[in-house]
């Protein structure tokens, strides 16, 4: 939920991960735990308050929503189904108890239509501001689950939902909080554009995406950093390189369009923008026929030798070699 302001912040973050990697197995989105009745995962994520989110724009009853599905998507990208969650708050006196309600309602709200249970909340408080702490297990069933690391060469490259959107929200909501603190007799301009905040504030996870369809990913990666890291994470984990077709990156015609009145390339904030909470995944060309069917699943490229370098195509048949800038 990173604001645009933070993009030195990840760069830095990277770095640390970078220098302390010698200490950490960081392979997959989750922890892999095997069992002899079945595999457990553990995910978890911190969202702080000025980092994450602003509270100037965000409910907190979505906000409580978003921390659980951000955190979910990892249990997700590993193949896995998420079944319990651990919820740790640290809050300033600012916040009182009637927030607290709306935050709490929010996570329980999302918990009870995805079928996880709550196992702990504890508080504790803070010196500044709001922080999350968002603890989860899930399950999946044993040689189900998925790694970034299982693409092969000439294996297809999809994406399920529409990149770039959650960006365009918090571009709009950013934007109308500028003319508010300028004027606050100013009314906000969100006319027909709910799809876009409801892709920032209060996300849908990818969830069931294949059960329609007997189809096991050979790798897989939450997107949260946007497309162009999730490809060069799973490049790396493969060891391979890759090909995207700027013509087939799903971006939703109102993400295009408001995304234009400010001046910014759509396909820039697919590659870059972040928050998207999809899943990114490998097939085998023979699994064509079948994810072809699957409307929330777009086939955008395909995995090569990683001499080949990672790669888009763009619409004027342009190349340009990939880059994760994160914002």
Excluded at 303 to 318: F, L, Q
């Amino acid at each position: 939920m990173k604001n645009v302001s933070e993009k030195e912040n990840t760069f830095a973050k990277y770095k640390l991960l970078e220098k302390y990697s010698q200490f950490i197995d960081v392979k997959n989105d989750a922890a892999f735990i095997e069992q002899k009745d079945k595999n457990h995962l553990f995910a978890s994520a911190l969202f702080a308050e000025y980092i994450d989110f602003d509270l100037a724009y965000f409910p907190l009853k979505h906000l409580g929503y978003k921390v659980i599905v951000a955190t979910m998507t990892d249990i997700l990208a590993m193949n896995g189904t998420p079944a319990q969650v651990r919820i740790n708050l640290a809050l300033s006196n600012r916040f009182t108890e009637d927030a607290m309600d709306e935050l709490i309602n929010g996570i329980a709200f999302c918990c009870s239509k995805y079928n996880i249970n709550i196992v702990g909340l504890d508080f504790k408080p803070s010196a500044t501001g709001l922080y999350i702490a968002v603890s989860m297990s899930g399950e999946v069933a044993q040689r189900e689950e998925v790694y970034q690391s299982g693409a092969k060469e000439n294996e297809l490259i999809c994406v399920t939902g529409d990149l770039g959107s959650a960006y365009a929200g918090l571009i709009l909501l950013e934007r109308e909080n500028k003319v508010f603190q300028a004027d606050p007799s100013q009314q906000p301009d969100f006319i027909g554009v709910d799809y876009l905040l409801e892709r920032y504030l209060k996300p849908e996870p990818p969830i069931g995406v294949f059960r329609a369809t007997p189809i096991k990913p050979t790798s897989m990666i939450a997107l949260k950093n946007g497309l162009a890291n999730g490809l060069i994470h799973l490049c790396n984990a493969s060891k391979l390189g890759c090909t995207v077709f700027e013509e087939k990156l799903p971006i939703d015609i109102l993400t295009f369009d408001k995304l234009k009145e400010v001046g910014i390339v759509a396909t820039t904030i697919a590659l870059n923008g972040g928050e998207d909470y999809e899943l990114l995944f490998t097939v085998k060309q023979d699994d064509y026929e079948k994810i072809k069917e699957l409307k929330e699943v777009s086939v955008i490229g395909y995995m090569s030798a990683e001499s080949s370098g990672r790669h888009i195509i763009t619409n004027d048949n342009k190349q340009f070699e990939l880059r994760a800038q994160g914002y």
